[in-house]
């Protein structure tokens, strides 16, 4: 097979494993594992094709597939004479289902001792953090500054771009606002700029409410960025003490 097409797969297919595909294909799996069998399933046309050729087929698991040498024993001795046969688009299909079934059985096994990615660690322990800030809350005389509050607004309905102008306005006017650092971090994190993010995370003191947020979300910034010795560090000072993520933490170094 071309190296380059086995890689392809490898990179496309999000881990997924024999039991997760046989819930999709059972229809039993829960929406997220549906939602990931779908991504790969557009990431990747062989492993779409061979999903779809099992439920044409009516499977609802992964057959179990035989080695080639006892189904070679099975085999009859071709007779004398024997003519080509010509197979029908229908056998030719379901002969090309077998193979990217056998593929995948063989991926599937292949990715069991692989460690994995840093995108796919960071797919599996990322999660978008909620605005906590009440818009309304009244602090100083004239409440929270302007343009921090437009900014959280716009951040809590998805609209990071916007909001980090804000958040850097906010700044600009209170450079030791620890809660736009962080949000504008957070910002900056689902716009995948990942230095701008870590900027702002790693200015958040260590006695402010989001201290341990932002130390979290600065690992998986650095892991993502492929600053894997720098993520492993304060992964290991971040699980010495229990509070936000600690479980998630925990498992992430298992990872390493």
């Given at each position: 097979m071309n190296k380059n097409i086995?890689?392809?797969?490898?990179?496309?297919?999000?881990?997924?494993?024999e039991d997760e595909l046989n819930a999709y294909l059972s229809d039993s799996a829960p929406s997220t594992v549906r939602h990931k069998v779908e991504?790969?399933?557009l990431d990747n046309d062989l492993f779409s094709d061979a999903v779809e050729g099992y439920q044409e087929m009516g499977l609802s698991a992964i057959p179990t597939l035989e080695s080639f040498s006892e189904f070679k024993k099975k085999l009859p001795a071709p007779a004398e004479g024997?003519?080509?046969?010509?197979?029908?688009?229908?056998q030719k299909f379901m002969r090309l289902v077998a193979v990217a079934g056998m593929l995948?059985?063989?991926?599937?096994?292949?990715?069991?001792f692989q460690s994995?990615?840093?995108?796919?660690?960071?797919?599996?322990?990322?999660?978008?953090?909620?605005?906590d800030?009440?818009?309304?809350?009244?602090?100083?005389?004239?409440?929270l500054n302007k343009d921090f509050k437009e900014a959280l607004g716009r951040y809590a309905v998805g609209e990071f771009a916007q909001s980090i102008s804000g958040f850097e306005k906010a700044l600009s006017a209170e450079p030791t606002n620890d809660a736009a650092h962080f949000y504008a971090?957070?910002?900056y994190l689902e716009m995948n700029k990942f230095d701008d993010a870590l900027t702002h995370l790693n200015s958040v003191?260590?006695?402010?409410?989001?201290?341990?947020?932002?130390?979290?979300?600065?690992?998986l910034a650095n892991l993502k960025s492929g600053k894997l010795d720098v993520a492993k560090q304060m992964l290991n000072d971040f699980v010495k003490t229990p509070g936000f993520k600690s479980d998630e933490a925990k498992d992430l170094m298992k990872q390493f």
């Open positions: 086995l890689n392809d797969l490898l990179n496309t297919q999000g881990h997924i494993n991504n790969a399933m024997a003519k080509v046969i010509q197979l029908t688009p229908v995948i059985v063989g991926l599937f096994a292949y990715n069991a994995p990615s840093p995108d796919s660690l960071f797919a599996d322990f990322y999660t978008h953090y909620e605005n800030i009440s818009l309304t809350r009244r602090g100083a005389p004239d409440g971090g957070l910002a003191s260590s006695n402010n409410n989001y201290a341990r947020q932002a130390n979290w979300y600065a690992i």
